[in-house]
RNA sequence: AGGGGCGUCGCCAAGCGGUAAGGCACUGGAUUUUGAUUCCAGCAUUCACAGGUUCGAUCCCUGUCGCCCCUGCCA
């Protein structure tokens, strides 16, 4: 089905399939991605989604693709069309196997009229609020409702009139009988369908009843004969409900297994709040790239295959928990580490004149694409008089430490020769270095270092200013300020987004080959960090390239990298 | 005594009665024309706590503590 992906580790749900599969319960296993289309997918769904995939493609079996469509006033098509494509593009394959629960919506209602002719449900008149005083609390039983004694045939019949849309919306309900005094309150009387006029994506008005998630989710899983139903931790109360059902209608009962979901530090991940930050402009849609949308982080330039290996490496678990972002950006890394083809770029440019090299002069350097992947061949970096450095790769009372570019100091240019700054030139009126004067060995082309030549500890990353590509680069940094957004007591979460997590930098520059480069591609900007073009407003002729993620540093001071607990 | 879960290194996570894998992070050091990559080395005498069973317990039993979820005609 799917291109074979990261071989699963162990975990306590595929010691259950080994078990299930050992004593003969079962000969394949089924599993199923199901979405309810009511927003777009984020790494927490991939964390499923390559957990359901990853196991059916491991053991040979399957993985359904199902929208949980039974809820009308929040799905939308878009949503359904979005997640679709952020599967694909994770790399997983469903086949043939596209479902819908809409397109259980007749068998749903057979099972619902036998529950009633079985005596197991009721047609209920009690309003919402009626119904919440019935069922009880957390630590009192609840009541049983008057039309609970209602016969098989006067449910029967009302369930009928209410599909036929003979009464108004939320007037009545399907609920199953079961145990009002039940310390799960999901087992008191629970709501099977409600009246619901809206439209649905798939079925239109062909129904004004909608079946509730228990009476939906556990019989779509049966009537596709998934053998394991994966699901999270807050399901997990749910589950006496989902067997009792399958038990009730007597059809094949699937075994709910739940796991803990994903948390990231730095961002959100309940759909309330993402659909917050896009609603409210927070961020610049879905996929913006400080999303933990699967959108967000393509447009970003996640390789899926990063994704992938950090949803193998967290591992699957029951306890609730928080994976540190630089997990995932070790993931990313580590994939674009070797695909990336290198590129020079300059981010905050500052003018530096080789005081001692040629006027009207150019040559051009050769160098790797990768340092590793020869088959990447090379390219060719044009150096003239006057170079682009950047600001930070200069600093006028340098530390000790800090072996990069100061007056009097040498650094070698990347791939070319070794420079000395001889004059800083400052604005009379700001006092901001605007220009260096600098002057450089003719011995030392290329990397060259002449006999009794002191070693330089410094290179820095440079661009010739005529031929130089002016760009634009978009900084991102994590969304967040805090680690735990949402834990933050008293203080709403959007007060905590990072105002620094976009900074867009419209003078940037890059070399003057990258002036082909199709949407989407990656580079590796030496020494900067991992850029790819952005897929929505770059052009041919103004490229705008966002970083996916910084390189690892050890100069920057720990304090200053952002990562406060 | 509402019910359901969870508690192994800063963050994840293996482990299933025989004496604590791995990853991220962090700290050293080597290589390096990216302070990158790569490479070596270090990083839990201890498994929430207290008892018990056992020759032996992170794994079994009992109790305690802590955290999470559950009172939508949402999923």
Not at 4 to 19: K, L, S
Not at 102 to 128: N, Q, R
Not at 356 to 379: C, I, L, S, V, W
Request: charge should be negative; charged fraction near 25%.
């Amino acid at each position: 089905m799917s291109h074979p992906t990261v071989a699963p580790g162990t975990n306590f749900i595929r010691n259950i399939i080994e078990e299930d599969l050992a004593s003969g319960k079962h000969k394949t296993v089924v599993t199923r991605f199901p979405p309810e289309p009511n927003g777009y997918l984020h790494i927490g769904h991939a964390k499923s989604i390559c957990l359901n995939f990853g196991l059916a493609n491991y053991y040979q079996g399957r993985c359904h693709l199902r929208f949980d469509d039974t809820n009308p006033v929040k799905e939308e098509q878009e949503y359904i069309d979005a997640i679709k494509a952020d599967v694909s593009w994770l790399g997983f394959d469903w086949g043939a196997h596209e479902y819908h629960a809409s397109d259980y919506f007749e068998a749903l209602y057979g099972y619902a009229e036998t529950l009633v002719e079985k005596g197991l449900a009721y047609v209920c008149d009690l309003s919402p609020e009626e119904m919440r005083a019935y069922r009880g609390t957390l630590t009192t039983p609840g009541k049983e409702s008057p039309y609970r004694k209602r016969s098989s045939k006067e449910s029967l019949d009302l369930l009928r009139r209410m599909r036929a849309g003979e009464f108004a919306d939320g007037s009545r309900v399907l609920r199953a009988r079961i145990d009002m005094t039940s310390p799960n309150l999901n087992l008191r009387d629970p709501i099977l369908y409600r009246i619901l006029r809206a439209t649905h994506p798939r079925t239109g008005n062909a129904w004004c009843i909608y079946p509730m998630y228990d009476f939906a989710h556990g019989q779509s899983d049966s009537l596709e004969r998934i053998t394991h139903s994966l699901c999270t931790l807050e399901f997990q109360d749910h589950r006496p409900l989902y067997d009792w059902l399958c038990e009730a209608l007597e059809i094949y009962h699937p075994q709910q297994i739940e796991f803990a979901r994903l948390n990231l530090t730095y961002t959100v991940m309940s759909k309330r709040r993402l659909l917050e930050l896009v609603n409210e402009k927070h961020v610049s849609g879905w996929d913006d790239p400080r999303m933990p949308t699967l959108s967000g982080m393509r447009r970003r330039g996640f390789p899926p295959a990063a994704i992938r290996t950090f949803c193998e490496r967290i591992g699957v678990g029951k306890s609730d928990s928080v994976i540190d972002m630089s997990v995932l950006e070790d993931c990313v890394r580590e994939h674009l580490d070797q695909t990336a083809p290198r590129a020079m770029g300059v981010l905050r440019p500052l003018k530096v004149t080789i005081t001692n090299y040629p006027e009207g002069q150019t040559e051009e350097f050769t160098a790797a694409r990768h340092p590793k992947d020869p088959a990447m061949g090379n390219r060719t970096i044009p150096f003239s008089r006057e170079i682009y450095i950047d600001q930070d790769d200069f600093m006028e009372e340098p530390p000790k430490q800090f072996f990069r570019l100061g007056p009097g100091r040498e650094v070698r240019l990347r791939y070319g020769y070794v420079i000395r700054c001889d004059d800083v030139i400052k604005d009379p009126v700001s006092g901001e270095v605007i220009e260096l004067r600098c002057s450089y060995d003719a011995a030392t082309g290329g990397g060259a270092l002449p006999e009794g030549r002191k070693k330089v500890k410094g290179i820095i990353h440079w661009l010739s200013v005529a031929h130089a590509l002016p760009v634009e680069v978009r900084l991102y940094d994590r969304l967040f300020s805090v680690a735990n957004p949402a834990g933050v007591k008293d203080r709403d979460y959007r007060e905590l987004l990072n105002a620094e997590a976009l900074e867009a930098l419209a003078q940037a520059f890059v070399e003057p080959g990258l002036a082909g480069a199709s949407s989407g591609e990656s580079f590796q900007f030496e020494r900067l960090g991992y850029f790819c073009v952005d897929t929505k407003d770059s052009k041919p002729d103004r490229l705008v390239f966002n970083r996916s993620v910084t390189l690892r540093d050890a100069w920057t001071k720990p304090e200053t990298k952002g990562n406060q607990p």
